[in-house]
């Protein structure tokens, strides 16, 4: 699957044990874990914008005071939209594995 594809499954999975929202870092993890090869986390933040303006992911910056409560910068949190999710089903149904986001996914937008 290419990176969108793959991310858009890693947050739908991550949503279903119970993470309603994920930031970058905690997405690579799961990434990794499952094979996706990185470059750097550039390519996943540029992933990720293109997917935020494609309607695909929304995205909102976290409270600072729960980072400063933590030691760390905030993190920006991305949630899979409904149009995100329709296009994941369509690109599975459409295309085989490691097949491109198909056009009709992107078009369903």
């Given at each position: 699957m290419p990176l969108e594809?793959?991310?858009?499954?890693?947050?739908?999975?991550?949503?279903?044990?119970?993470?309603d929202s994920?930031?970058?870092?905690?997405?690579a993890k799961v990434l990794?874990?499952?094979?996706?090869?990185?470059t750097a986390h550039g390519t996943l933040y540029k992933a990720l914008g293109r997917l935020e303006?494609?309607?695909?992911?929304?995205?909102d910056w976290e409270d600072a005071a729960a980072g400063e409560a933590e030691g760390r910068p905030r993190r920006r949190l991305y949630r899979v939209t409904g149009t995100g999710q329709l296009a994941l089903a369509a690109h599975r149904a459409e295309n085989?594995?490691?097949?491109?986001?198909?056009?009709?996914?992107?078009?369903?937008?």
């Open positions: 594809a793959e991310i858009l499954d890693a947050a739908l999975q991550m949503r279903r044990s119970g993470e994920f930031h970058g870092f905690a997405l990794a874990g499952e094979g996706t090869t990185l303006q494609a309607g695909l992911l929304e995205s085989s594995r490691g097949a491109p986001l198909g056009r009709a996914a992107w078009e369903a937008l």
